[in-house]
């Protein structure tokens, strides 16, 4: 069974120009937002129409997805974020610091807003992003043992301001 063909949802999963109630009238054309998550490449993420319905533009959408994720982790990794005493009070340093934290929780965002579009190969896409960038840059796994970069038993959460 093909589900990008699905029938859509019941009309207050629709949204039409952005009133549930289909705004103006005329030929408008319907958008569906799912609200739970479905398999299938007709989809948008992050921008209107984009990757579209097109199957090679599915795929580049995923690999953006994982690569914003991946860089997400190896910009947490960044030694200019952790820094030493010295190297901290620079204010140079310090400016570079705040810079890279913003850009990386930016993009924790967009990955956010990515896994948003309820799109199941969008998810799995950033869960392998971090999952591999993580693994790769994060853990022991592939550390030097004479390394002295410290290692996180879990990373602390950029989105949650817990």
Known sequence: M??????PPPSSSIMNNGSINGGGGGNQEMMMMHMTFYWGKNT???LSGWPGTSSG???????????LAFLTEWLGHFSFLRGTTEDSANAASGLVQTVVYTLRTGIAYLVMLAVMSFNAGVFIAALAGYG????????????????????YEIPPSVICAC
Do not use: K, Q, W
Not at 2 to 7: G, L
Not at 60 to 65: E, G, Q, S, T
Not at 132 to 151: A, D, K, Q, V, W
């Open 57 to 67: 533009m599915y795929a580049v959408c995923l690999i953006f997805v994982f690569f």
């Open 44 to 46: 948008e993420v992050l």
């Open 132 to 151: 591999i960038g993580f693994m790769l840059l994060g853990s022991r796994t592939f550390r030097n043992p004479s390394g002295n970069r410290e290692t």
């Open 2 to 7: 093909d589900h990008d063909d699905v029938p």
